[in-house]
Structures are given as C-alpha cells and as structure tokens.
C-alpha cells in the first residue's frame, strides 16, 4: 500500500483570500458566508464589521436588442436581457421603464377553470421547460393540473375537466382530483 504525501494537502491556506480580496471598509480578508438567502462574502472580522455582498452578482445585462419591438409603456426598444431569474424580455429604458415581457407563450386552452369558474386553463412551461396548465386568474385563482386538459366532465366524481394522459401507447383521460383518479379511454374528436 503507498503512502499519502500530506504535503500536498497543505497548500497556501490564503489562496481563497486572494480570489475575494478584502473588506473594502476595514481591510480584513472576505470569506464566504452561509445565510438564510444562501452564501455570500462577509467580512472576517463580524460583528465588528458588516461589510457583505453577494456571492453572484445580480445585475441584469443586455443579451440582444430586438430589431422592431417597441415598449408598449413608453415606445422605447425592446431587448432580450438576462437576470439572476433567467431570460426575458425588458425594455431598454430601465429604470424609467419598468415593462418587462416573458420568453414563453401562454396558450389558451379554451377550457374553463373548473375552481373559480372564471378564468381559463393556459399552457405555460416553467423554467426547466415542462408544459403545465393554470388558470389565468392567477393569483385570485391557483389551481393548475401537469397533463393538458380536456372540457369534459369526469363520469365518476363530476369534476368539470379530465386531463389526456398518454401511458403505454395509449391516451386516457384522467380525473385530476385525488380523490377519484378515474380513468377512461379518450374519445376521438368527431
């Protein structure tokens, strides 16, 4: 069996130090903090110092001006930026302007919200790309289902919608409450 070289284990134990730099405030080495919002840089020599700042920076940059998009607030130009949430699409003016747009596309099911019985079902995908479908009342309404839904009442329970559900190579509706999960063959549309 070969021994281990320690020696390797015990580089610069500053080496960190170097790459945060130090308290702008009082001098002392940063090192990263772990908190409630997540980890940050914070100055070594807390309590008697509260210097902190974030660990990423959150600041939003311009990716792309859209050629022909024009703010609907103020008629400035539209641009595909990135912030610490992800792309969108926000208008150039910032600060003055606050308008910002989503990269993804409500669609209208046509189906009625079977909670509030005002809103409609839109699909939407959430940040990792998975269709789902909520209400467009949101936030006065929360009701969302995972699988696309079908305006036809369950026969079972008499839930206002079922959801098309594809398992095996073949396609079921599925009544979405818990309770019930009936399931049934879908019917072709005539």
């Known amino acids: 069996m070969s021994k281990i070289d320690h020696s390797l284990f015990q580089a610069n134990a500053h080496a960190l130090q170097q790459a945060y730099g130090d308290c702008p405030e009082c001098g002392a080495p940063l090192h990263v903090r772990h908190g409630k919002s997540g980890n940050f840089l914070g100055c070594s020599t807390y309590p ?3 210097f902190s700042k974030p660990l990423h920076e959150t600041e939003t940059t311009e990716i792309k001006r859209i050629e022909g998009a024009v703010c609907p607030e103020c008629g400035g130009d539209m641009a595909i930026k990135k912030g610490r949430f992800g792309l969108f699409i926000g208008c150039c003016n910032f600060p003055q302007c606050h308008h910002i747009a989503s990269l993804q596309e409500k669609t209208d099911t046509h ?7 005002e809103g409609h079902l839109l699909k939407r995908t959430n940040k990792f790309g998975k269709a789902f479908y909520a209400c467009n009342a949101y ?5 969302v289902v995972n699988h696309p839904p079908v305006n036809k009442a369950c026969p079972q329970c008499g839930w206002a919608i079922m959801c098309e559900k594809n398992q095996a190579s073949e396609s ?3 009544c979405p409450q818990r309770d019930c999960q009936y ?8």
């Open 48 to 50: 008697q110092c509260h």
């Open 139 to 143: 936030p006065k309404c929360k009701y």
């Open 183 to 190: 399931k049934m063959p879908a019917e072709t549309e005539t």
């Open 111 to 117: 189906v009625t919200c079977p909670l509030c019985h």
């Open 172 to 174: 079921l509706w599925v």
